[in-house]
């Protein structure tokens, strides 16, 4: 391999990024020196950087164009895929996981047909700018609160900052009475760190507002990638579904996410799969200026697919109770002509049916 001459801020970067590498994690050395490690030469290859050690005459390769802090010392060997297949009828979850946390709202209806957020599921919510997807989803969680005080409920918000929400509060008092993490006030501090501490103490219903903004604080404050980031945080998720908490809560989260210009949901396939259900907040093109939520998808089932509500109240979102039983009432004559027509359709066959019989006969 051909020694070549590197330019002392190559050489920098790669003795910083082999500094913070497993390998050197793996042996104690002279911190006088940088990184700690005797380097006996440095060699360019291709895309690499190879070092050779003193420590023990082997070379190691340092990706130079890799964002990682990771050196391949030799091919991992792949870990045997196990398959676990599961009988339902084995598991046993404790009681709490299907008791509905609800409003007392027509809101409830959307979350699940027999009405109100079950612990441990997770829902998206996103829709058009301005739609009102804070104020919806905050109160949300005041409602809930309000019909019962002994849920705990968070609003991590990744948008606002405290001046922002005490201004809001002017207007709904309700979310005054919310605990609250602005990410904002931890622009210094490694973000995943503060999160974790803050979903480890327990809580029945989070709302993350938004899922990309915190996100990508998590990536700005811990060096992940894009994709690590959101898996951190899927997993995060995940772990506080099944209750692994100071408290022992199986944690619901609603999630404020973004769309792209087209209005598809922004996120990967494993952050849909672990969606328990989605709601759209979206204007009507039929009544301007009117606000409706509407279900996408819901494994949990839902007695109303679309519910139209106002912000115009100073003191909570309102629910238009009358179009909703309205539509449920034209719904409700639609399946019984459509039942007279079935019936109508299966008399005309029987006499069909007959008088066909009758001219054979004949």
Same mark, same amino acid.
């Given at each position: @391999?051909?020694?070549?001459?590197?330019?002392? #801020?190559?050489?920098?970067?790669?003795?910083?990024?082999?500094?913070?590498?497993?390998?050197? *994690?793996?042996?104690?050395?002279?911190?006088?020196?940088?990184?700690?490690?005797?380097?006996?030469?440095?060699?360019?290859?291709?895309?690499?950087? /190879?070092?050779?050690?003193?420590?023990?005459?082997?070379?190691?390769?340092?990706?130079?164009?890799?964002?990682?802090?990771?050196?391949?010392?030799?091919?991992?060997?792949?870990?045997?895929?196990?398959?676990?297949?599961?009988?339902?009828?084995?598991?046993?979850?404790?009681?709490?996981?299907?008791?509905?946390?609800?409003?007392?709202?027509?809101?409830?209806?959307?979350?699940?047909?027999?009405?109100?957020?079950?612990?441990?599921?997770?829902?998206?919510?996103?829709?058009?700018?301005?739609?009102?997807?804070?104020?919806?989803?905050?109160?949300?969680?005041?409602?809930?609160? *309000?019909?019962?005080?002994?849920?705990?409920?968070?609003?991590?918000?990744?948008?606002?900052?405290?001046?922002? @929400?005490?201004?809001?509060?002017?207007?709904?008092?309700?979310?005054?009475?919310?605990?609250?993490?602005?990410?904002?006030?931890?622009?210094?501090?490694?973000?995943?760190?503060?999160?974790?501490?803050?979903?480890?103490?327990?809580?029945?219903?989070?709302?993350?507002?938004?899922?990309?903004?915190?996100?990508?604080?998590?990536?700005?404050?811990?060096?992940? #990638?894009?994709?690590?980031?959101? *898996?951190?945080?899927?997993?995060?998720?995940?772990?506080? &579904?099944?209750?692994? &908490?100071?408290?022992?809560?199986? #944690?619901?989260?609603?999630?404020?996410?973004?769309?792209?210009?087209?209005? &598809?949901?922004?996120?990967?396939?494993?952050?849909?799969?672990?969606? #328990?259900?989605?709601?759209?907040?979206?204007?009507?093109?039929?009544?301007?200026?009117?606000?409706?939520?509407? /279900?996408?998808?819901? =494994?949990?089932?839902?007695?109303?697919?679309?519910?139209?509500?106002?912000?115009?109240?100073?003191?909570? /979102?309102?629910?238009?109770?009358? =179009?909703?039983?309205?539509?449920?009432?034209?719904?409700?004559?639609?399946?019984?002509?459509?039942?007279?027509?079935?019936?109508?359709?299966?008399?005309?066959?029987?006499?069909?049916?007959?008088?066909?019989?009758?001219?054979?006969?004949?």
């Amino acid at each position: @391999m051909k020694q070549i001459n590197l330019s002392e #801020t190559m050489i920098k970067k790669a003795k910083l990024r082999l500094e913070s590498s497993p390998y050197a *994690k793996q042996f104690k050395f002279d911190q006088t020196h940088s990184p700690g490690l005797i380097v006996k030469g440095l060699f360019k290859s291709e895309k690499d950087l /190879v070092l050779l050690s003193t420590k023990d005459n082997r070379y190691y390769i340092l990706p130079i164009n890799s964002t990682t802090s990771t050196i391949q010392t030799k091919p991992e060997k792949k870990p045997e895929l196990k398959i676990n297949l599961i009988k339902i009828s084995d598991l046993d979850y404790d009681d709490r996981i299907f008791i509905p946390m609800k409003t007392g709202q027509a809101i409830d209806y959307m979350f699940s047909s027999e009405g109100g957020i079950y612990p441990a599921t997770n829902y998206m919510v996103i829709g058009d700018p301005g739609i009102g997807k804070s104020t919806q989803t905050l109160d949300i969680l005041a409602q809930i609160t *309000k019909l019962d005080p002994t849920k705990k409920v968070l609003f991590i918000s990744g948008e606002m900052n405290q001046i922002d @929400m005490y201004g809001y509060v002017k207007r709904y008092p309700a979310f005054g009475q919310i605990p609250t993490l602005f990410l904002c006030d931890y622009l210094d501090d490694n973000q995943k760190e503060v999160i974790e501490q803050t979903f480890n103490q327990g809580w029945d219903l989070i709302l993350i507002d938004s899922f990309i903004e915190v996100q990508e604080s998590v990536q700005a404050s811990t060096g992940m #990638t894009r994709t690590q980031a959101e *898996k951190w945080m899927i997993d995060q998720m995940v772990h506080n &579904n099944k209750g692994h &908490n100071k408290d022992n809560r199986f #944690t619901s989260f609603l999630a404020i996410q973004q769309v792209t210009k087209g209005g &598809n949901f922004v996120g990967s396939n494993k952050l849909k799969h672990n969606t #328990t259900g989605m709601i759209e907040l979206r204007y009507s093109s039929e009544f301007s200026g009117d606000r409706y939520a509407k /279900v996408t998808k819901n =494994r949990r089932g839902f007695k109303y697919e679309k519910i139209f509500f106002s912000l115009d109240n100073t003191e909570y /979102v309102e629910y238009d109770q009358k =179009r909703i039983d309205r539509d449920e009432e034209i719904k409700h004559r639609l399946e019984k002509e459509k039942q007279l027509l079935l019936s109508d359709e299966e008399k005309f066959n029987r006499i069909f049916g007959l008088n066909a019989q009758l001219e054979t006969v004949e």
